[in-house]
């Protein structure tokens, strides 16, 4: 699940579709840059975040 996931409400429309694009980005060479790297980095803190203020409550 991504953080939208998370905050999402019942109300709302999240567009889960991917964007169609000409680069031929792949998973792995995704996870495999320095954008993909920090980006996903920054993921697990949020996830982090969110876990310690659940616990918190």
């Known amino acids: 699940m991504k953080l939208i996931g998370l905050n999402a409400v019942d109300d709302k429309v999240v567009d889960v579709l991917p964007i169609q694009d000409k680069r031929n ?14 980006r996903e980095l920054n993921e697990i803190k949020q996830y982090a975040n ?3 203020e659940k616990i918190r409550h």
Do not use: D, F, L, R
């Not at 980005?25 to 920090?38: D, F, R, V």
């Open 50 to 52: 969110i876990m310690k």
């Open 25 to 38: 980005i792949t998973p792995s060479e995704w996870a495999n840059s320095e954008q993909g790297k920090s």
